[in-house]
């Protein structure tokens, strides 16, 4: 049975942050998100940046049609402890039912299928697509892993990935550094890859890829582990890292050293203002380029080593 929740969304002053959270368990919430810090999951907060002077919380009650009565208890609780905590009055309140189902598949209105270069196809499981002459399809259900196609750092690298599948000759044995949901890798394979390495360092990670590599059915092409990079052997015809900016410049080495003769190094996860910072690393390789390609603030740099 779908359970129903009430969502009480206050604006709170840093320094009454925790008697509010205290008050509304008190009250009967079930559980309290803090909105206000910028937490993109693939963005490390800045430990230094100031502590913002206002959060934003969202609280959840269990409810069964009494959410007129449970207002009015929220309204005068906080009323009351307006007057220890300076800043929480004049209260705004903003209500609204929720259905739990809600909370879990949410995202999903987010994910659909979409076309990556000529004849790439990236779609959820829950979606059908039949494909049209050369088009591969990319068949996903991430999970709690990164990589849906729809972050603009997963775009910018199946884009050059695909490109690479539109010249010949094709490669085909691709390294996948960070592999998340597997979404590269499967995608390297779908377009004609023969040999794929995805390695991440998140067993859930792993776990996912795998489930997913199986539903595409590329198993005997792709082969996902836990191992760190430092550790596999071989060389590739591309390789792709779309790991965090200073995380591409530490692995700057062992990347590099896994590459063949006129391969292609695609890096991404780069912020912007991390742009000079990763070319700059990697201007003591012998690589040529980058290419740059951007989407929003990402930036995805494409390089080659010479043939
Ligand atoms: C942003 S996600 C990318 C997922 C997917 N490749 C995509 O393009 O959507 C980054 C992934 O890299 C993994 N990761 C971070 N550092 C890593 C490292 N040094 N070696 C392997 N995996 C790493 C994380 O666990 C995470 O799953």
């Known amino acids: 049975m779908k359970t129903t929740w009430y969502e009480i969304r206050i604006d709170v002053p840093a320094?009454?942050?925790?008697?509010?959270?205290?008050?509304?368990?008190?009250?009967?919430?079930?559980?309290?998100?803090?909105?206000?810090?910028t937490l993109d999951t693939f963005v490390a907060p800045?430990?230094?940046?100031?502590?913002?002077?206002?959060?934003?919380?969202?609280?959840?009650?269990p409810t069964e049609g009494d959410e007129t009565t449970l207002r009015t208890q929220v309204t005068e609780r906080l009323e009351w402890l307006g007057q220890l905590a300076p800043g929480l009055l004049p209260l705004s309140l903003q209500c609204r039912p929720v259905q739990e189902q809600d909370w879990a598949e949410g995202w999903k209105?987010?994910?659909?299928?979409?076309?990556?270069?000529?004849?790439?196809?990236?779609?959820?499981?829950?979606?059908?697509?039949?494909?049209?002459?050369?088009?591969?399809?990319?068949?996903?259900?991430?999970?709690?892993?990164?990589?849906?196609?729809?972050?603009?750092?997963?775009?910018?690298?199946?884009?050059?990935?695909?490109?690479?599948?539109?010249?010949?000759?094709?490669?085909?044995?691709?390294?996948?550094?960070?592999?998340g949901s597997g979404i590269l890798a499967i995608a390297a394979a779908a377009l004609g890859a023969r040999r794929v390495l995805g390695c991440d360092i998140e067993e859930e990670s792993c776990r996912v890829a795998r489930e997913n590599v199986e539903l595409n059915g590329v198993g005997?092409?792709?082969?996902?582990?836990?191992?760190?990079?430092?550790?596999?052997?071989?060389?590739?015809?591309?390789?792709?890292?779309?790991?965090?900016?200073?995380?591409?410049?530490?692995?700057?080495?062992?990347?590099?050293?896994?590459?063949?003769?006129?391969?292609?190094?695609?890096?991404?996860?780069?912020?912007?203002?991390?742009?000079?910072?990763?070319?700059?690393?990697?201007a003591r390789y012998d690589l040529h380029g980058p290419e740059v390609t951007h989407e929003a603030e990402w930036v995805c740099l494409r390089y080659r080593k010479p043939a």
């Not at 008050?23 to 919430?29: A, D, I, N, R, Y």
């Open 46 to 61: 800045d430990p230094d940046a100031d502590a913002p002077e206002r959060y934003g919380i969202s609280a959840y009650f």
């Open 109 to 179: 209105q987010h994910f659909s299928a979409t076309r990556i270069g000529r004849r790439l196809i990236v779609k959820p499981t829950w979606e059908d697509w039949s494909p049209a002459g050369d088009e591969v399809v990319v068949n996903l259900d991430p999970g709690m892993a990164f990589g849906t196609g729809t972050h603009g750092t997963t775009r910018l690298c199946l884009e050059a990935l695909a490109g690479l599948y539109d010249q010949a000759p094709v490669p085909t044995r691709v390294l996948d550094v960070g592999t």
């Open 220 to 282: 005997d092409r792709v082969e996902i582990t836990g191992a760190p990079l430092e550790s596999l052997e071989g060389d590739f015809d591309v390789i792709l890292a779309n790991i965090l900016a200073e995380e591409n410049i530490r692995l700057g080495d062992e990347l590099t050293r896994r590459l063949a003769p006129g391969s292609a190094l695609i890096l991404s996860g780069i912020l912007q203002e991390k742009e000079a910072l990763v070319t700059q690393a990697f």
């Open 15 to 37: 320094s009454g942050l925790d008697l509010v959270c205290n008050e509304l368990g008190e009250l009967g919430c079930a559980g309290i998100t803090v909105e206000e810090r």
